[in-house]
């Protein structure tokens, strides 16, 4: 309905007054929601692992190579008249890392020296260090931490070698820098006395340092990210992957098998996406990651598919399926056991719980294959073992979905197309129930280019899409964004819900992670029927109680370009006479996050109070809101 008014002769308005909407939330008659609802989904895509969350300062720390991308030297540099070479010493330190750096004897100091995975974050903290070295050797060996934009030495200390020939000796040593450094770009070095050194060099390798990790876990998080992670609420975590499960070449898919243990007995692996994956961050540190931010893990396992559309035939498939029974008694089985003693042996005795499996299947012509054996194998397999087991299908067009398995479904678009989705699972049924593991919106409306970062307009659009799947809770797993994290040095995939550099004052958190973090936070434990003056479109609504925090809930959005819309929430008798009103809505629809930038989301909570039973308040346009009541009888 259109509304005009004149003020005096100077104020002419002329406002387009959108009906209003009243909604009855009925305090009974819901469904039981999904415990998990909000996740993340996490892979090693382009340095989000290595150089990411995994807290390893020091790039490229052990020459790892392969056939496919071969060891390199890069980023490190000598020091001095260094003369450094790639190495495979005929006693290599490990047959996981054969290859190391030798550095030759010279005049004056010479070393090596490393930027970190661009750059390295200096603070007054201790940072914990660690190499392997060979070769005859009388004299000292200093690490250091230095300003490349001052030049100054931020922190140093020496450590008297015993380096011999033919013996490989491993040094801790502790790093504490005694103020800040201007920024992060500073490299860490280690620097020997050339004339010591033999006449076969001097060999390095398993170059390590870590700054505090998350929790003080050795070989640990970068606890800055896990505190923006645990922003998000996550109630599971999807990994290791995704592409980065499957690697692009046959036979680099992600051996589980290779990722655990002492680091010298981890050979990383060619990732996808170009560069070699240390696997420091391995199996083990995936668990430890969900019991650090109490997540349910969903483990994703290969199950026949390369990214380069090399399937593994049906006759040839059972000794991968035997390699992920294998990886399940190593998560789950008893220390008697062959995989549950190797657990016990790299030191975890006490197996994990794990309820979930999945993949990321329905991709580069695996749909047949997945359909025709592939999926069964697994599932007759896995269950035949854990019949309480829920396998999580990649694929919500499965031709004889088995047993209750869940469904997964995955989608990257642009905003109306998104809020399109808003009935998208309507139709589901509590018999197959659907994990979203991946969405995003990836493009503007008008275009197909790829965001750089998510924008206001498309997190609205997500608001729509998540209020659709908390509607159908009782048929849902839960929803985890895509990708979760980039590191800006080295994108492969944006836009990502986190994007960061080496200094954690610049990591950017998105529109969309604002978005997620409120919904997140916010859980219904039941989803409540709503009567309503008004259909859906353009504003978006679903309500339900919190048991455990005694609230009544209501989340909605707002998509529409032209009107704030008047709304008027009633929960019934039983709620308290107040009400908090959390409204997040952007001074631009098209404002992103950026790298330096300010945050762009405008969060307003204000406490409305009760009148005539209700609670009213404005919706502006392109905005989501979660309002909260407590309930008290
Ligand atoms: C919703 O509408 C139905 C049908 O008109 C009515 O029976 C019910 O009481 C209403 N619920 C609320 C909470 O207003
Ligand atoms: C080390 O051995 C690997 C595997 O045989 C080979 O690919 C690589 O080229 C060798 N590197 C050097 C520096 O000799
Ligand atoms: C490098 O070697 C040259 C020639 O041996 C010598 O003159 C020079 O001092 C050395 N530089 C350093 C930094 O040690
Ligand atoms: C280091 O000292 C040992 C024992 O004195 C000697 O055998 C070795 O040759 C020395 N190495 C170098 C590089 O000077
Ligand atoms: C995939 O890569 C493997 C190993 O390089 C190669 O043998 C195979 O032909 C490739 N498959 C396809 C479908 O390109
Ligand atoms: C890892 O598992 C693979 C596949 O089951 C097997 O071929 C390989 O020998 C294992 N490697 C190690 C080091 O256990
Ligand atoms: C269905 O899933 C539950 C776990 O959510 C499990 O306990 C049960 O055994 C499964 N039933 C079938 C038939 O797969
Ligand atoms: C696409 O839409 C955005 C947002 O509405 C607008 O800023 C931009 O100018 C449009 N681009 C084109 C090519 O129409
Ligand atoms: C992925 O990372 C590698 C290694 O850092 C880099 O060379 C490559 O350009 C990156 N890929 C993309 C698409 O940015
Ligand atoms: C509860 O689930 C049933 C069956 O899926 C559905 O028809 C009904 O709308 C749901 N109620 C709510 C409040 O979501
Ligand atoms: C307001 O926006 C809605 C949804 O975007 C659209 O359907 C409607 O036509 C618009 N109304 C006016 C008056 O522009
Ligand atoms: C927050 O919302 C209240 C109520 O709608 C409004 O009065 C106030 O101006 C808003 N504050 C900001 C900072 O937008």
């Known amino acids: ?107 004056g100091v010479v070393g090596i020296r490393n930027p970190g995975f661009w750059g390295i974050d200096v603070k007054v903290q201790t940072y914990q260090g660690s190499f392997w070295v060979m070769g005859s050797y009388n004299g000292t060996i200093t690490a250091s931490l230095e300003s490349t934009s001052s030049g100054e030495v931020l922190a140093s200390t020496t450590i008297k070698a015993h380096s011999k020939t033919g013996t490989w000796s491993e040094y801790h040593f502790s790093l504490v820098p005694t ?8 490299t860490f070095s280690l620097a020997v006395d050339g004339k010591g050194i033999g006449s076969a060099g001097l060999n390095f390798n398993l170059i390590s340092l870590f700054p505090p990790t998350y929790k003080n876990r050795p070989n640990g998080m970068r606890p800055d990210l896990m505190e923006v992670l645990k922003g998000l609420n996550p109630s599971f975590l999807r990994m290791p992957g995704g592409n980065n499960l499957e690697g692009r070449y046959p036979p680099y898919h992600w051996f589980w098998n290779l990722t655990i243990g002492p680091l010298k007995d981890r050979p990383g692996r060619p990732g996808p996406w170009g560069y070699a994956n240390t696997d420091g961050l391995g199996l083990v540190e995936y668990f430890q990651w969900c019991d650090d931010l109490e997540m349910e893990p969903i483990l994703a396992v290969f199950d026949g598919l390369y990214l380069n559309r090399t399937i593994i035939p049906e006759a040839d498939l059972a000794p991968y ?27 975890y005795p006490k197996p994990w719980n794990l309820k979930y499996i999945g993949n990321e299947d329905n991709l580069e012509n695996g749909l047949s294959s997945y359909n025709s054996y592939r999926f069964a194998m697994y599932y007759d397999a896995i269950t035949a073992k854990y ?24 989608i990257y678009t642009n905003p109306p197309a998104l809020v399109q989705e808003f009935n998208y699972f309507d139709q589901r049924t509590a018999a197959h129930k659907t994990l979203v593991g991946e969405y995003a919106i990836t493009t503007a409306a008008n275009s197909t280019a790829r965001l750089k970062y998510p924008t206001w307009i498309g997190s609205v659009a997500e608001a729509v899409f998540l209020i659709g799947i908390e509607r159908n809770s009782e048929h849902m797993f839960g929803a985890s964004y895509a990708p979760l994290l980039e590191n800006l040095n080295s994108v492969q995939w944006s836009p990502d819900m986190i994007s960061f550099v080496a200094d954690p004052a610049k990591t950017v958190l998105s529109t969309s992670y604002h978005l997620t973090s409120l919904f997140s936070k916010t859980r219904f434990t039941t989803v409540l029927p709503v009567n309503s003056t008004a259909g859906f479109g353009p504003c978006y609504w679903v309500a339900g109680l919190n048991s455990d925090s005694g609230e009544y809930i209501l989340k909605a959005a707002n998509y529409a370009s032209n009107s704030s819309v008047p709304f008027t929430v009633n929960f019934g008798a039983g709620s308290d006479s107040t009400a908090t009103l959390t409204l997040l809505t952007a001074t631009d629809i098209n404002a992103q996050n950026v790298l330096g930038g300010t945050n762009q989301v405008i969060t307003n909570v204000t406490t409305l109070v009760k009148t005539s039973g209700a609670f009213s308040f404005d919706m502006p346009s392109y905005s989501a809101l979660v309002l909260t009541s407590k309930i008290v009888n």
């Open 321 to 347: 399926v035997q390699d992920t029974m294998n990886e399940l008694e190593f998560i789950m089985g008893s220390t008697d056991t062959v995989y549950g003693a190797l657990r016990a042996s790299v030191g």
């Open 1 to 107: 309905m259109w509304s005009t008014c004149f003020v005096g002769v100077f104020l002419i308005c002329l406002v387009n007054w959108t009906n209003a909407i009243s909604l009855s939330v009925s305090p009974t008659g819901g469904n039981a929601s999904s415990p998990y609802q909000y996740g993340i989904m996490f892979e090693d895509i382009n340095h989000s692992g290595d150089g990411g969350v995994y807290a390893e300062l020091i790039q490229n720390r052990a020459f790892q190579g392969s056939t496919l991308i071969p060891s390199t030297l890069s980023p490190w540099v000598g020091i001095g008249n260094a003369s450094l070479a790639l190495q495979n010493t005929s006693i290599p330190l490990s047959s996981s890392l054969p290859t190391s750096v030798n550095v030759a004897a010279g005049t």
């Open 179 to 186: 103020k800040d450094a201007p920024d992060s770009s500073n």
């Open 387 to 410: 019949p309480d087991m829920n396998i999580i299908s990649s694929t919500d067009v499965l031709s004889t979905p088995l047993g209750n398995t869940t469904e997964d479904y995955h």
